[in-house]
């Protein structure tokens, strides 16, 4: 015997071959609960209307025993019965779908996946004809609203992806279901989780939030819900503290472990993506522990739970925010939910059950075979008043998953109404057909459901996009105590992905309010902001969130809270005593204004004066032997230089100019050249003068003034070339030393060439020098009028002076370095002025009788 199953009808239809006939047999109608009504077309609905379905394991050896529901869920019945109410509406419209009733078969599926895929088996598998053994044909359901929950969901869409039969969800909202290649026959109502976590993720950035945990249930809805709100809230510089996820069953000790990892957390935001079904029993424990500290952000599928917002929670829950799905106003089906009886529905067993529920009464003297968990302590009559006793199912004040369905009916009923009044020889198929209303194909329904658009009666635009999703829109809600002392949800905002993005997250602040019951926004940071004039800096091992505030250095700054790296000041400028801006460097010289620069400035004219007073003793007593004795016209020229000298050093005090760091140097080099120059012409004056007493030697013709002017013009005319080289080559300039300090600048002269000025100080050095060495040949000849041995100590004082300057030149920063090179210009200029004019003075002034003649005479004989 060949044997072969018919896949779409598994397990409710077993096929076989045998003999060249096919047999096919009913196997099970699995015994589901369901409220069924007859009509042209039926549609499917699928509500969990028992949660916390219990799994059971099957063996596989027997068959499953009919599934254990609990927890009637009086606010997923309301939209079952919303569904029947708005198909009854589209059946009295005569211009929709006209001619043409809408049935319905609505089965429980207990929030669990088995169930949902035994109700949707139950759904498309076709009657079995037995005259004609068929085993194919098209579903007596061309398509089902529901399911609630997206796990479910997706669980169902891979069972009818094998019949092209359609998906038009109300309440699963995960993206993944967006994947048109894994669920191409699947539509919902409810916007996709994409545009709720990017929601989030905006509303957390809107109010600084940057430390946040998160809680997730254990489902696609949960996992997937907060890993997309992670994604996007990472880009945008949040950090995540914790990540829980809450088990579908969960054991007491995982609900205090997850209630302690949110109560011992830093983070003051705790982001919730669960239905209210799972974060129940977390939100149970974490009153109970009285924790109130804590900012919620909720999700579409709780914010609105009436199960959650209690007056129980309200001291631990007041201020929670969150996205809710658009809500609409339908006084009608407040009514038509006031009319249920169960005496006009004798056969319909969830509203026998709902009655026993809400009333508290059985009707079944000897135990309900509806509902275990019912009270029996009264007989139910069937005559009392839904309208005195209220509940959440007939709490109609916030309508957003009903509206959702309201979308999905009339959605299907419109992509039905456009299949209807197709013309035949224009329709969208082959050939340019139509479809039949009387013997719909799924994959016709497929069709028109992508094209369906239409506007609803509370003016919203319904239509799917090419992943079978609406458009993203949502209502801000925040819970707030009302004079009752109960929660009502404040609409203070709303999200609206289709608008620009810098309009799609409106907010009313003044209108919230925040944990506490305060309408100070809440802080969730892991570390408070860095305040102007610090950076923050990244802890090893933690979130970039995470982090220490260190001032900015020297040079940077920054002007605003939390900024990751301070920002260099400009070349010319230098960070502010609090790093919070930028001032103008200061600018550094030798000013006349300071007391050092004064104090050289004066010293300088003071050594200009006394070689001024020299020179006039010396002009007065210019006919003296002692001022004769030397050649005169040397030392009123050598007292010129020295004060050229002086006076070059006040070329050095003030601020540089292109003109004034010429002048400094070149005056330098020229006057200690011409000073050197005198003193070495006067120093071989003096040995030849010596050498000329000597009998026979006439050495004095060779070396008399003539020749001593022109030596010392020639020595200057040497420095004169150097100088008007360097100044013609690469004369010196201002600059602005930048490099030395990063706090101030220096304004300096820059050598230009640093050779020729190498030479220019080398050809002075080399003067002084020789000079120096013909001094000391001289020094033992007669001393009254004998100048060798002041010019070798004077000598002696400036090389000492100069060769000291180099070390001290090189170390001293900044302006120090000018002032260096001043003192060394004094100093050796007094060396010389002390030395060689001075003690010839204190002879003029104070001992006249040693300026004589005879007195020369006298020290020349005795040498002899």
Not at 15 to 23: D, I, N, P, Q, R
Not at 322 to 350: V, W, Y
Not at 530 to 545: D, E, I, L, S, T
Request: charged share 15%.
């Amino acid at each position: 015997m060949n044997v072969r199953y018919c896949w779409h009808l598994v397990p409710l239809v077993f096929c076989w071959l045998g003999a060249g006939e096919e047999t096919c047999e009913l196997r099970a109608d699995f015994g589901m609960i369901r409220d069924h009504k007859k009509g042209d077309v039926i549609l499917g609905g699928m509500f969990p209307i028992h949660s916390k379905g219990i799994n059971e394991e099957q063996t596989y050896q027997q068959k499953p025993g009919k599934q254990q529901c609990r927890e009637f869920n009086f606010r997923v019945f309301r939209w079952s019965r919303a569904m029947v109410f708005f198909i009854d509406e589209i059946n009295r419209n005569k211009t929709l779908l006209p001619n043409i009733t809408l049935g319905y078969t609505l089965y429980d599926t207990c929030g669990i996946e088995v169930e949902s895929i035994k109700a949707a088996m139950a759904m498309i598998a076709q009657p079995v004809n037995r005259s004609s053994q068929e085993c194919s044909g098209a579903p007596p359901i061309p398509l089902i609203i529901g399911d609630s929950g997206s796990t479910l969901s997706m669980a169902i869409s891979r069972l009818l992806n094998l019949f092209n039969v359609p998906l038009v969800s109300y309440f699963a909202s995960c993206a993944c279901l967006s994947n048109k290649q894994r669920f191409p026959y699947f539509f919902r109502t409810i916007p996709s989780d994409v545009n709720q976590a990017r929601a989030l993720a905006f509303l957390v950035q809107h109010f600084g939030w940057t430390w946040v945990g998160t809680v997730g249930a254990d489902d696609d809805y949960g996992k997937d819900g907060i890993q997309m709100f992670i994604n996007e809230v990472r880009r945008l510089g949040v950090c995540i503290a914790y990540r829980l996820i809450i088990p579908k069953v969960a054991s007491r000790e995982e609900v205090l472990k997850i209630v302690r990892t949110i109560r011992d957390s830093k983070a003051k935001v705790v982001v919730a993506f669960a239905i209210e079904e799972d974060i129940y029993p977390v939100i149970q424990e974490y009153v109970q522990q009285n924790i109130t500290d804590k900012q919620w952000v909720a999700s579409e599928a709780w914010v609105t739970s009436t199960l959650i917002s209690t007056k129980k929670n309200l001291l631990s829950l007041t201020g929670t925010i969150g996205f809710a799905i658009r809500r609409a106003e339908m006084p009608e089906l407040e009514s038509f939910l006031q009319k249920l009886n169960p005496m006009l529905e004798p056969h319909n067993l969830f509203v026998k059950e709902f009655w026993e529920m809400q009333f508290k009464c059985s009707f079944n003297k000897t135990g309900s075979d509806v509902s275990a968990t019912a009270p029996q302590s009264k007989i139910c009559t069937g005559n009392e008043n839904l309208s005195e006793t209220p509940s959440i199912y007939n709490d109609v004040s916030q309508l957003r998953v009903t509206y959702n369905m309201h979308k999905a009916v009339y959605a299907v009923a419109h992509a039905l109404h456009n299949l209807q009044v197709c013309e035949s020889g224009k329709g969208p198929f082959n050939n340019n057909t139509c479809g039949n209303i009387y013997n719909l194909q799924p994959w016709q329904v497929v069709h028109y459901l992508t094209e369906v658009k239409y506007t609803n009666k509370f003016g919203d635009t319904v239509y799917f996009d090419k992943n079978g999703d609406p458009v993203g829109s949502y209502d801000i809600l925040n819970w707030q105590r009302n004079p009752s002392g109960s929660i009502k949800y404040a609409t203070v905002g709303r999200f609206d992905s289709s608008l620009p993005l810098e309009q799609q997250l409106v907010f009313n602040k003044d209108e919230i309010i925040w944990n506490g019951e305060t309408t100070e926004v809440p802080r969730s940071v892991c570390t408070e902001s860095c305040p102007v004039g610090y950076r923050k800096a990244a802890r090893v091992g933690q979130p970039v969130c995470c982090y220490d505030c260190v001032p900015c250095a020297d040079g940077t700054f920054s002007n605003s809270t939390d900024q990751a790296e301070c920002a260099p000041c400009p070349a010319d400028f230098w960070s502010s005593g609090n790093r919070t801006g930028c001032v103008v460097k200061d600018t550094e010289y030798l000013s006349y204004s300071e007391g050092f620069g004064t104090a050289l400035a004066t010293v300088a004219v003071s050594g200009a004066a006394m070689t001024t007073a020299a020179a006039a003793i010396f002009l007065r007593h210019r006919d003296t032997p002692i001022v004769r004795a030397n050649n005169s016209e040397l030392s009123f020229l050598l007292l010129f230089s020295l004060m050229c000298c002086f006076l070059c050093a006040l070329t050095f005090i003030g601020q540089p100019t292109e003109w004034t760091c010429c002048l400094r140097r070149t005056s330098f080099g020229l006057s200690f050249a011409l000073c050197l120059s005198c003193l070495l012409s006067k120093t071989v004056v003096v040995l030849m003068a010596f050498k000329a007493a000597l009998p026979g030697n006439k050495v004095t013709k060779w070396f008399g003034p003539l020749q001593q002017r022109l030596s010392v013009f020639a020595c200057a005319a040497i420095q004169i070339a150097l100088c008007s080289v360097w100044l013609t080559v690469s004369p010196p300039f201002p600059v602005r030393n930048t490099w030395l300090y990063k706090d101030r600048i220096i304004l300096e002269c820059n050598l230009g060439s640093v050779a020729l000025f190498c030479c220019v100080l080398g050809y002075i050095g080399c003067l002084a020098c020789f000079c120096f060495v013909l001094a000391f040949l001289a020094r033992k000849l007669p001393g009254n009028f004998n100048e060798a041995k002041l010019i070798t100590f004077s000598m002696l004082i400036f090389c000492a002076v100069w060769i000291s300057f180099i070390p001290a030149y090189v170390s001293s920063p900044g302006k120090y370095t000018v002032a260096v090179e001043i003192f060394a210009i004094l100093s050796s200029s007094f060396g010389v002025l002390f030395c060689i004019f001075i003690p010839k003075c204190y002879i003029i002034i104070f001992l006249p009788e040693r300026n004589s003649k005879k007195f020369l005479m006298s020290q020349t004989r005795s040498v002899k």
